[in-house]
């Protein structure tokens, strides 16, 4: 099989109350879980099935008609979960790195300013998509938004946003509705206490080389 579903490396009632253990069960265990399937089922046999979900994402161009959708929603959405599980921990982790926090100040001012614009781009998005925070060339910083599973890997022209991901909010439904129902903007605030800024810095370090 091209993709395995990684193993959430904490238990689902790790986020309580900022997000809640059936919402992870099921946010993991059907919905991460069904994108693996359907993306294994497009690429079983292809030319596309050895490569990594992250190199995928800048060749949806050139996949022929029968597979560009089934792999941008399915294959995109492994990459987006894949990264958006393992930049959660517990709340009371350690802080961005010196050189993510230097590179956060230089773009947004302050911390407080790019959560701001982050959660800004999250709940001003229609209907089901992702917010970003992005490593440009050169090692600036972008906040941008993405519908569906589309995301900035994808490039400019199908995403409507590039830059290279280091963190991501999934702003569909299924990710709050258990909990939070129509709040989103409640979901996104509590996002901030169980953000993995360990792998976050981790992140910045390897996209700004
Ligand atoms: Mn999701």
């Not at 099935?49 to 941008?72: H, S, T, W």
């Not at 399915?74 to 926090?101: D, I, Q, V």
């Not at 490593?135 to 022209?157: F, H, R, Y």
């Amino acid at each position: 099989m091209p993709y395995t579903l990684p193993a959430l490396p904490y238990p689902p009632a790790a986020f309580e109350p900022h997000i809640d253990a059936k919402t992870m069960e099921i946010h993991h265990g059907k919905h991460h879980a069904a994108y693996v399937t359907n993306a294994n089922k497009a690429l079983e046999g292809t030319a596309w099935a050895e490569l990594p979900a992250e190199q995928l994402m800048g060749k949806l161009a050139e996949l022929p008609d029968d597979k560009r959708v089934v792999l941008r929603n399915n294959a995109g959405g492994h990459f987006n979960h894949s990264l958006f599980f393992r930049t959660l921990a517990p709340a009371g982790g350690p802080a961005a790195s010196a050189e993510l926090t230097d590179a956060i100040d230089a773009t947004f001012g302050t911390l407080q300013a790019m959560k701001e614009q982050f959660a800004d781009a999250a709940v001003k998005r229609f209907g089901s998509g992702w917010a970003w925070l992005c490593v440009m060339p050169g090692g600036k910083l972008k906040i941008c938004s993405t519908a569906n599973q589309d995301n900035p890997l994808m490039g400019e022209a199908i995403a409507g946003c590039g830059g290279a991901p280091i963190l991501g909010l999934d702003v569909w439904e299924h990710a709050y509705y258990l909990h939070y129902q129509n709040r989103r903007a409640d979901y996104i605030t509590a996002f901030w206490n169980v953000v993995n800024w360990a792998e976050v810095s981790k992140n910045f370090g390897a996209a700004k080389r």
